[in-house]
């Protein structure tokens, strides 16, 4: 064997640089499912089944494309249990002459196949994963000599290189950014008629995944009994081609939004395809300004749409192969509390939370203010270690791939890197929860009161944490206007809030 050509359960594309020069004849695709890739954090059903269906799926893929495979099943009795430990007993079985693959979404992974390697005196080569539209290299090239970094300015430039809703130099429409006219929520009214989510009907070989999740995992949180993701490219690009059509025009106005029970709304549930490489970051974004170039999409949606992909995610992942493994340590506000144990069942009387925390166990899905501004919000404010809201994170999403979730619940919702990815910590009362939504005209809670029996936790919480880290967040300029008010309170004030905060701390309130 000359080749073998390693394939975890993130790198998922026929057209990935791993596969350049491949020679049926002489090379050899591996791949592995390994109890371990469930384990090292409490991964959820949901995100088990995405990942082992999809391999499943590409595992057909790669022999109707001819390419011969190594596969190791979950089940097999002579599973090894973690990938090193398959990988190393594989090089014994196979004897290739070379290693190689796509580099990898998470430092652990690189760092485990690497020592393998070395372990077998076996050269190793790793390819740059073209699925992105830049490299890490040109992303240390941006961050270099920059005092503070701002996803807006690598957004532009990202824009001007791959000539991305462009007109000349100029952004189209005269402006970069549409967000001031992405901010609406739903009204009095609600959601209306919102369109039916994408669904697909696990067939033979999902289900069969299922089973195996259902029997193997049996004690892990969330629930499979409606799994309908995409879990080939195939019905990945109808998942898109059905988001642009219907939900793109109203997405960007939407976007921050939330109703009780509609989990989907006009998002485009796209993550988990994008991240296990099912779908390309450029056929999407091409899909979203086609739309706006038919008429279809106004121009604030499609603006809104591509900040994301070919800003955040293309932004994050800078963040994350620049700083690791440093990063993943970092705790700037010294938080030591234990997540709460609710988290994983989603049993608590605060009405946003329960939603939230309900339909991820449900679908290993939340939209991104369900996340940074209700799961994360309330983590943040209590003071929850950030390393254990990491590998919650990590756990419960179908979309959870370390170089993304990482950057997102350390830096962006955590504060936990002390402002590289957030300018500052995202604080807010229950009263933002309030604004975006009507959770709390459903909720035993109050969010305009800060103490007493019937305040809202997030707005305790919130008081709570100026005035804990109000030394600290009076220097930063755009906090001055929020720490101030914390003068405004009185001794007894204080206190209230103090006793409040320690109550729900320890579990009295929830
Ligand atoms: P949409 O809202 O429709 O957005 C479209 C696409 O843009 C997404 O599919 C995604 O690929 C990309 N995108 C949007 N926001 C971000 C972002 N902040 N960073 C990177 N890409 C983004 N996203 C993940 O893919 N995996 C994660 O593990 C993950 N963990 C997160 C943890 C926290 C604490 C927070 C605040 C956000 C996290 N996100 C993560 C980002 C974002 O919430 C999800 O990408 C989004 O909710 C996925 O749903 P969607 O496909 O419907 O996205
Ligand atoms: Fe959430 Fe507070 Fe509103 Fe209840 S009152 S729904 S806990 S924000």
Same mark, same amino acid.
């Given at each position: 064997l000359r080749n073998l050509v390693l394939v975890l359960?993130?790198?998922?594309?026929?057209?990935?640089?791993?596969? /350049?020069?491949?020679d049926a004849a002489h090379d050899a695709v591996w791949m592995a499912e390994v109890a371990e890739e469930s384990t090292h954090v409490w991964s959820s059903k949901p995100r088990s089944v995405m990942f082992l269906a999809a391999m499943r799926h590409f595992a057909q893929a790669l022999r109707a494309a001819g390419r011969p495979l190594h596969p190791m099943r979950?089940?097999?009795?002579?599973?090894?249990?973690?990938l090193a430990a398959q990988l190393q007993a594989d090089i014994e079985r196979l004897r290739p002459a070379r290693l190689v693959m796509t580099a990898p979404g998470d430092w652990r992974v690189l760092q485990a196949i690497k020592d393998v390697a070395q372990a077998h005196g076996l050269p190793l080569e790793i390819r740059e994963?073209?699925?992105?539209?830049?490299s890490v290299r040109e992303f240390a090239a941006h961050a270099r000599g920059r005092k503070s970094l701002r996803m807006e300015y690598f957004y532009r430039e990202m824009r001007k290189r791959h000539g991305v809703l462009m007109q000349g130099e100029q952004p189209e429409g005269g402006q970069w950014n549409f967000d001031a006219d992405n901010r609406e929520a739903f009204g009095?009214?609600?959601?209306?008629?919102v369109p039916p989510r994408a669904v697909f009907e696990p067939d033979a070989m999902t289900r069969e995944v299922i089973a195996l999740v259902e029997a193997r995992?049996?004690?892990?949180?969330? #629930?499979? /009994? /409606?799994?309908?993701?995409?879990?080939?490219r195939e019905q990945a690009l109808v998942a898109l081609q059905r988001f642009v059509t219907?939900?793109?025009?109203?997405f960007g106005r939407y976007q921050d939004a939330m109703w009780p029970g509609?989990?989907?709304?006009?998002?485009?549930?796209l993550s988990a395809a994008l991240n296990l490489k099912l779908l390309n970051p450029r056929e999407v974004v091409d899909a979203a300004v086609a739309a706006y170039r038919a008429g279809a999409a106004p121009l604030a949606s499609v603006e809104g749409f591509v900040r994301q992909i070919l800003g955040w995610r293309e932004y994050v992942r800078g963040i994350y192969w620049t700083r690791m493994p440093g990063y993943a340590e970092l705790n700037t506000l010294d938080a030591q509390e234990d997540l709460p144990?609710?988290?994983?069942?989603?049993?608590?009387?605060m009405a946003c939370l329960r939603d939230a925390i309900g339909q991820t166990l449900q679908h290993g899905y939340a939209h991104h203010i369900q996340r940074l501004m209700v799961t994360g919000l309330f983590a943040l404010m209590y003071g929850v270690q950030p390393q254990q809201v990491h590998a919650w994170y990590l756990a419960v999403y179908? /979309? *959870?791939?370390?170089w993304v979730e990482l950057p997102n619940t350390l830096?962006?919702?955590?504060y936990a890197d002390g402002?590289?990815?957030?300018?500052?910590?995202y604080v807010a009362t229950g009263k933002y929860i309030q604004r975006m939504s009507p959770y709390c005209k459903g909720c035993?809670?109050?969010?305009?009161? #800060?103490?007493?029996? *019937?305040?809202?936790p997030f707005t305790t919480l919130y008081w709570d944490f100026l005035m804990k880290h109000e030394a600290a967040l009076a220097g930063n300029p755009r906090m001055a206007l929020q720490v101030k008010?914390?003068?405004?309170?009185n001794d007894g004030q204080k206190q209230a809030i103090r006793e409040r905060a320690s109550a729900i701390r320890r579990g009295e309130v929830r």
């Open positions: 359960g993130d790198q998922l594309d026929l057209e990935a640089a791993a596969f /350049d020069g491949f979950l089940d097999d009795p002579t599973n090894q249990g973690s994963d073209r699925h992105f539209y830049g009095a009214a609600g959601p209306g008629s995992l049996a004690d892990h949180p969330g #629930r499979l /009994d /409606d799994f309908a993701w995409p879990v080939s219907e939900r793109l025009p109203l509609e989990p989907w709304l006009h998002h485009a549930h144990a609710w988290y994983w069942t989603g049993a608590t009387d179908v /979309d *959870a791939v370390e830096g962006m919702s955590q402002g590289l990815m957030a300018s500052k910590p035993r809670y109050d969010p305009a009161q #800060r103490s007493g029996d *019937a305040a809202c008010n914390v003068a405004r309170l």
